[in-house]
Structures are given as C-alpha cells and as structure tokens.
C-alpha cells in the first residue's frame, strides 16, 4: 500500500502532527496512568481501522512492559478478566468517545459516571484529551492510507 500524502513531508501536515504531538505532553504528563493511556489509544486505534495506530500503541505498551495477553485482548475487554475496573471504564469512555456518530446522545451518563468513580477531574480531563488525540491521529493516517508493520517502539519519541 502506498500513502496517499507523505505527512511528514508535507508542510502543512508536519506542522499539525507537530502540534499535535505538542498538544499530547498535557496527557503525557498527567497523573493518568501510562498503562491505561496506551489501552485507550490502542482501543480507539482498532475501532478506527487504523493501522500505523495500532502497530505503534501495541509495540509501545509492549516494550514499556504490557502483557501479550492483555493486549491480545483490548478488543474483546468486556469479555477479559484481565483488565481492572478502571481501565474498563476508560475502555468504554473510549468506544463512545470514539464512535460518538453511532448514538445519538454520544458518551452516556452511565460510562461518563462509571469513569468518574476512578479518576479524578484531572485524570478525566486527560482521558478526554487522549480520546480526542488518538482519534485525530487515526483520522489523519487512515484518510493518507498509512502503512503499517515497521514501526519500532520509541521511533517517534
């Protein structure tokens, strides 16, 4: 497959993938925890179709210590016991983040409360800001048609 724009190459879109990047320090730097930061980005990723995404937030979570086993089973989270009550209600702010065009009313009550029984307003905040982040950086590799597979952990910073 061969990408429909070189991001990096192109002014325009460097500069935004820069200021995106920028913009990720706030999470990056909050009290959310790195483990969940990764699942959600890899969750989101799935949902998207999203394979640069994907191969990147997989390796990463990998290489910072995340079992195969929990990552084989992001997709399937509901049915895992692998996942801690926490990172299953930032899951599921994730998936209704993340598909917010397939429900009229978007994220639920139910998911937002479940969520905000374990972070705080900061760490929410931070939850927020990565599902806007991730999605942003899918959309812009899945319209480009990114190709996957040879991304190495660390390679973007």
């Known amino acids: 497959m061969e990408p429909r724009l070189n991001l990096l190459g192109n002014s325009v879109t460097a500069k935004f993938a ?17 483990a969940t930061q990764e699942l959600v980005k890899l969750r989101a990723s799935q949902i998207n179709g999203c394979g640069v995404c994907t191969d990147m937030h997989t390796k990463d979570a990998a290489h910072a210590g995340e079992t195969q086993l929990r ?4 997709a399937v989270w509901r049915e895992a016991a692998v996942f801690t009550e926490a990172e299953r209600a ?4 994730t998936e209704q983040g993340t598909r917010i065009a397939d429900a009229a009313t978007g994220v639920t009550d139910e998911a937002w ?3 905000a029984k374990h972070y705080d307003d900061d760490q929410l905040a931070a939850l927020v800001a990565l ?7 899918n959309r812009l590799n899945v319209i480009t048609r990114q190709p996957a597979g040879d991304y190495q952990p660390g390679q973007w910073g």
């Open 18 to 34: 820069k200021y995106l990047v920028s913009a990720s320090k706030a999470v990056t730097d909050s009290a959310l925890p790195s």
């Open 71 to 74: 990552l084989n089973l992001v």
């Open 90 to 93: 930032a899951l599921e702010l």
């Open 113 to 115: 409360a479940n969520a």
């Open 131 to 137: 599902i806007a982040e991730i999605n942003a950086w």
